[in-house]
């Protein structure tokens, strides 16, 4: 089945800095992935959607400036973290929408989840 | 817009007893509906879906939801469960066309006990 490839799993940064996260299609073409952020023993809350080639949509609330995404192609969609603070500590959740699926919005992938600690 | 509850936090049951976990969802237009389950440290994974159709879906580890619209409900069901079934479960809405987003419940954490 289709499976969406999440790095790193754990990461521990520093204050300040920038923290990448990748999400892959391994083996499907994701026309659209979203991106999630989990507080512990919380549900998920969808910060923003991105498409190929074009900006993402980001959620209300969520700091366009500070969580930079990127979907450069139909494989790759990547967030980024800047200047991170330990507020941003969450565990972040990818998931892909399969080219394949057509008009259909059901269904969609998931990564495996991203561990930000920032201290 | 949509919104998803899932009043129960934490169902615990014993093991080969049957479970129930309740969904309420409150929308203006037709939905789909989900649930999801996620194992500790690790993504969601899909485990049945309402489209159209049958309103009992089934997964094929044992898991049922019945669709009740009058009731706006989406409950999970398992006649017995297994220890391995302890993880947390997700019910989920989307739009049925539109902007293919979807809006999680807060989750029901399953412990099986022994």
């Known amino acids: 089945g289709a499976v969406v490839s999440q790095h790193p799993s754990r990461v521990i940064c520093k204050s300040g800095t920038s923290v990448k996260i990748e999400c892959r299609s391994l083996?499907?073409?994701?026309?659209?992935m979203f991106w999630y952020r989990q507080f512990p023993k919380q549900s998920l809350m969808l910060m923003a959607t991105s498409n190929e080639g074009s900006k993402a949509t980001y959620e209300q609330g969520v700091e366009k400036d500070k969580f930079l995404i990127n979907h450069a192609s139909l494989t790759l969609s990547t967030l980024t973290v800047t200047s991170a603070h330990p507020e941003d500590s969450s565990f972040y959740i990818c998931s892909a929408r399969d080219r394949r699926q057509g008009a259909s919005n059901y269904g969609y992938t998931f990564g495996s989840g991203t561990r930000l600690t920032v201290v | 817009a949509q919104s998803v509850t899932q009043l129960d936090s934490q169902v615990p049951v014993f093991e080969e007893a049957p479970v129930e976990l309740r969904c309420n969802y409150s929308s203006s237009v037709s939905v789909y509906l989900f649930w999801y389950v996620q194992y500790p440290n690790q993504g969601l994974q899909l485990l049945l879906k309402?489209?159209?159709?049958?309103?009992l879906v089934k997964s094929i580890n044992g898991f049922e939801a019945e669709f009740n619209k009058s009731q706006t409900s989406f409950h999970l069901r398992k006649p017995s469960v297994h220890i391995s079934d302890t993880a947390e479960y997700f019910c989920?809405?989307?739009?049925?066309?539109?902007?293919?987003?979807?809006?999680f419940g807060t989750g029901t954490r399953l412990k099986v006990l022994a």
């Open positions: 309402y489209l159209s159709g049958s309103t």
């Open positions: 989920a809405v989307s739009e049925a066309s539109g902007t293919y987003k979807y809006i």
């Open positions: 083996d499907f073409q994701a026309t659209t």
